[in-house]
């Protein structure tokens, strides 16, 4: 199952019901009937727009019939984007000032500035920046070449992480860190650190770069030579330069990558008479291979050992993220700490590092470590009602007993809502029935300025509205971002309610758990499609539905999938299903629902039984990880909404027995 509610999605039944409310509203007067009929059929047309976005001559057309509506900015956006290459800076200024802060301006110049940075053109791209707020990694980095090349070196600071990076990154990442490589704001430590990176990860070309960044001369033919056989050179390897020193790493991390459990019985003979600092990279190497590839060669002890022993140089944000969740994993409660501590400023002040800090700090002997631990509980319980929060308030016996906040928008909230253009765009669209790349782009956009004003009058104006069109996904988009003012209805909806809890109880499941997955799962739109096939509220897929109807003596029918009492019996019955097989451990069967239940087994500790907490933070998939925690988060809140009392979310995540291997 894959959680993916981005996907472009259609709800047919309540354009319909929108559509009659319209109609049956200018029975108020006949001239706002006919103002409205005006308004639909010019808004209307942005459905011919998008068909006509490569013509200029109907483009234009369209800009001048439509200069009036919510959504006339598009016939010139699409004109622009058409040829954005060559487009003068002037004309993506000019737009942006005229549609300030608008999600298609936005768009518009972020995309110019990485078009730019493509061409080499720097000086052109320098002038839109100011009109760029929300960037993604690849518009991040193309951002940064633009500042670097215009003057701005110290920008550099700021990407560590792109500098460090040896997965498949945007190629305006990559062209990042090679600018990065000739300045002189990288240290020779910096440099070293991207050097064993590149080669752990075996990027020949990279690391040949990187290293003579430093005067290291490493020759493409011998690392081709050690890649056919790492562990044969391993075996004979000189030790006594860099260059060696480099070749061996390279060797142990094409090695590693290979044969696990060899590599990490090669590194400590291998370590021997290196400089300190050599010995900690090689053993970082193993490490970190052991630590990425444990949807390989699962759960190993001696991939912790490796990490604590290369701890003294500095760890990357993922690779200090990494020696946390196998320390995690194992209960190593001072490696946790040390791997917290490795973590830059920003990235240990996260709820969840904070949390591991408390879980560990308590585990030691002395009274201001406890004390520690208590201190940052009780900070973490009172600022939220997130995953980890609610698990700090467990460890301090809060019970989660919160009256469910109901805020209601004013008739102010709601007059302002039908005057906020933002709004009025993802609404005008939604009502056509548009392309919901661009529905939703706009409301993001429409949520996230109202966001950062921290409105929470016009967010709650916003769900409400959307929660009474049947609009769950966007509803609950808005909802979850009010600061002050929260109404849990619209955070996490209801819909379905009698199916819902009819179903799960015939299917011997808590129905707060069934909502809480199906939330997570398509937030409630019963259209939503993954690109793995999986569909409806409770993303089934085809074949999980088939073995389903068969189980219930049923014969398969696709189509009936999209039917909400369809897609909730199976989806209810399959929770159950796996929950059988997963010894009745909710965290267990949340975790095989998204994976599947032979990966969730898997996972399952060897020697003993292991906390809930604990095994779902050392989940090597980062969706299935998220997943299990969001799902368990939702079913605390819908454990209130559905009158179950009193929420302690430990109590839904048992402890996690031993694998069986019948």
Same mark, same amino acid.
């Given at each position: 199952?894959q959680?993916?509610i981005?996907?472009?999605?259609?709800?047919?039944?309540?354009q319909?019901?929108?559509k009659?409310n319209?109609?049956?509203?200018?029975?108020?007067?006949?001239?706002?009937c006919?103002?409205?009929?005006?308004?639909?059929?010019v808004?209307?047309?942005?459905?011919?727009?998008?068909?006509?976005?490569n013509?200029?001559?109907?483009?234009?057309?369209?800009?001048?019939?439509?200069?009036?509506?919510?959504?006339?900015y598009?016939p010139?956006y699409?004109?622009?984007?058409?040829?954005?290459?060559?487009?003068?800076?002037?004309?993506?200024?000019s737009?942006? @000032?005229? /549609?300030p802060?608008?999600?298609? $301006?936005e768009?518009?110049?972020a #995309?110019?500035?990485?078009?730019?940075?493509? =061409?080499a053109?720097?000086?052109?791209?320098?002038?839109?920046l100011?009109?760029?707020?929300?960037?993604?990694?690849a518009?991040s980095?193309?951002m940064?070449q633009?500042?670097?090349?215009?003057?701005d070196?110290?920008?550099?600071?700021?990407?560590?992480?792109v500098?460090?990076?040896?997965?498949?990154?945007p190629e305006s990442?990559?062209?990042?860190?090679?600018?990065m490589?000739?300045s002189?704001?990288?240290?020779?430590?910096?440099?070293?650190q991207?050097?064993?990176?590149?080669?752990?990860?075996?990027?020949s070309?990279?690391?040949?770069?990187?290293?003579?960044?430093?005067?290291?001369?490493?020759?493409?033919a011998?690392?081709?030579?050690?890649?056919?056989?790492?562990l044969?050179?391993?075996?004979?390897?000189?030790k006594?330069?860099? @260059?060696? /020193?480099?070749?061996?790493?390279? $060797?142990?991390?094409?090695a590693? #990558?290979t044969?696990?459990?060899?590599?990490? =019985?090669?590194?400590?003979?291998?370590?021997?008479?290196?400089?300190?600092?050599v010995?900690?990279?090689?053993?970082?190497?193993v490490?970190?291979?052991?630590?990425?590839?444990?949807?390989?060669?699962?759960?190993?002890?001696?991939?912790?050992?490796?990490?604590?022993?290369?701890?003294?140089?500095?760890?990357?944000?993922?690779?200090?993220?990494?020696?946390?969740?196998?320390?995690?994993?194992?209960g190593?409660w001072?490696s946790?700490?040390?791997?917290?501590?490795s973590?830059?400023?920003?990235q240990k002040?996260e709820d969840?590092?904070?949390?591991?800090?408390?879980?560990?700090?308590?585990?030691?002997n002395?009274?201001?470590?406890?004390?520690?631990?208590?201190?940052?509980?009780?900070?973490?319980?009172?600022?939220?009602?997130?995953?980890?929060?609610l698990?700090?308030?467990?460890?301090?016996?809060?019970k989660?007993?919160?009256?469910?906040s109901?805020?209601q928008?004013?008739?102010?909230?709601?007059?302002?809502?039908n005057?906020?253009?933002?709004?009025?765009?993802?609404?005008?669209?939604?009502?056509?029935?548009?392309?919901?790349?661009?529905?939703n782009?706009?409301w993001?956009?429409?949520?996230?300025?109202?966001?950062?004003?921290?409105?929470d009058?016009?967010?709650l104006?916003?769900?409400?509205?959307?929660?009474?069109?049947?609009?769950?996904?966007r509803a609950?988009?808005?909802?979850?971002r009010?600061?002050?003012?929260?109404?849990y209805t619209?955070r996490?909806?209801?819909?379905?309610?009698?199916?819902?809890?009819?179903?799960s109880?015939?299917?011997?499941?808590?129905?707060?758990?069934?909502?809480?997955?199906?939330?997570?799962?398509?937030?409630?739109v019963s259209?939503a499609?993954?690109?793995?096939?999986a569909?409806?509220?409770?993303?089934?897929?085809?074949?999980?539905?088939?073995?389903?109807?068969?189980?219930?003596?049923e014969t398969?029918?696709?189509?009936a999938?999209?039917?909400?009492?369809?897609n909730?019996?199976?989806g209810?019955?399959?929770?159950?299903?796996?929950?059988?097989?997963?010894?009745?451990?909710?965290?267990l069967?949340?975790?095989g629902?998204?994976?599947?239940?032979?990966?969730a087994?898997r996972?399952q500790?060897?020697d003993?039984?292991l906390?809930?907490?604990?095994?779902?933070?050392?989940?090597?998939?980062n969706?299935?990880?998220d997943?299990?925690?969001?799902?368990?988060?939702?079913?605390?809140?819908?454990?209130?909404?559905?009158?179950?009392?009193?929420?302690?979310?430990?109590?839904?995540?048992p402890?996690?027995?031993?694998?069986?291997?019948?």
């Open positions: 199952m959680d993916d981005s996907l472009v999605r259609e709800n047919v039944l309540n319909k019901s929108i009659k319209k109609i049956t509203s200018c029975v108020l007067g006949l001239m706002a006919a103002s409205l009929q005006v308004t639909q059929a808004e209307e047309q942005f459905n011919d727009v998008l068909r006509n976005a013509n200029p001559a109907l483009l234009e057309q369209y800009k001048y019939s439509m200069q009036n509506d919510a959504l006339g598009y010139e699409f004109s622009l984007n058409s040829n954005l290459a060559f487009q003068p800076p002037a004309n993506i200024v737009f942006a @000032q005229r /549609y802060q608008s999600a298609m $301006a768009k518009l110049a #995309d110019y500035v990485e078009e730019k940075v493509k =061409q053109d720097f000086a052109n791209a320098q002038p839109v100011a009109y760029v707020s929300n960037p993604d990694q518009e980095c193309a940064a633009v500042r670097a090349r215009t003057g070196s110290l920008v550099f600071a700021e990407f560590k992480d500098w460090l990076a040896t997965n498949t990154q990442c990559n062209g990042l860190g090679r600018l490589l000739s002189p704001l990288m240290t020779t430590e910096d440099r070293q991207r050097l064993y990176a590149q080669l752990r990860a075996g990027q070309g990279l690391a040949i770069a990187t290293a003579q960044s430093i005067g290291v001369n490493l020759s493409l011998q690392l081709n030579q050690i890649q056919a056989n790492p044969n050179y391993l075996w004979t390897a000189p006594a330069n860099v @260059q060696d /020193y480099a070749y061996l790493v390279f $060797a142990l991390g094409r590693a #990558d044969d696990l459990t060899s590599a990490l =019985q090669t590194t400590p003979r291998l370590a021997q008479g290196l400089p300190a600092n010995q900690k990279y090689l053993y970082r190497t490490g970190y291979i052991g630590g990425t590839t444990v949807m390989k060669n699962n759960f190993n002890r001696q991939v912790l050992e490796s990490l604590d022993a290369s701890y003294g140089v500095p760890f990357s944000a993922e690779e200090a993220e990494i020696y946390a969740r196998q320390a995690i994993r194992f190593a001072e946790v700490i040390r791997a917290i501590d973590m830059s400023v920003t002040q969840r590092w904070q949390y591991w800090l408390a879980r560990a700090s308590e585990q030691r002395d009274r201001q470590s406890k004390k520690t631990a208590e201190e940052i509980f009780k900070r973490l319980a009172m600022s939220g009602d997130d995953y980890h929060n698990l700090a308030k467990d460890h301090i016996g809060q989660y007993n919160d009256g469910l109901q805020e928008p004013s008739s102010n909230d709601m007059q302002r809502l005057q906020d253009i933002h709004f009025r765009r993802a609404f005008a669209l939604k009502n056509i029935n548009a392309n919901a790349t661009y529905t782009r706009e993001n956009w429409a949520v996230r300025q109202a966001y950062l004003k921290q409105d009058g016009l967010l104006a916003a769900a409400q509205r959307a929660t009474n069109m049947g609009w769950y996904d609950i988009y808005a909802a979850d009010t600061k002050n003012k929260h109404n619209y996490y909806a209801t819909p379905h309610q009698a199916l819902v809890v009819s179903h109880r015939n299917a011997g499941i808590d129905p707060a758990w069934a909502y809480g997955l199906m939330r997570q799962e398509s937030r409630f259209a499609r993954s690109h793995v096939g569909g409806g509220l409770m993303q089934i897929m085809p074949g999980t539905a088939k073995q389903v109807a068969r189980q219930m003596g398969y029918n696709p189509a999938l999209s039917d909400p009492n369809t909730i019996r199976y209810t019955y399959y929770l159950s299903m796996i929950q059988r097989q997963l010894s009745n451990n909710p965290v069967a949340t975790a629902y998204n994976a599947g239940p032979n990966r087994k996972w500790p060897d003993r039984p906390s809930a907490d604990q095994y779902t933070e050392a989940i090597p998939l969706e299935t990880r997943y299990v925690k969001n799902v368990m988060t939702n079913a605390v809140h819908y454990g209130r909404l559905l009158g179950q009392g009193a929420q302690v979310i430990e109590s839904r995540m402890v996690v027995p031993t694998r069986s291997f019948e």
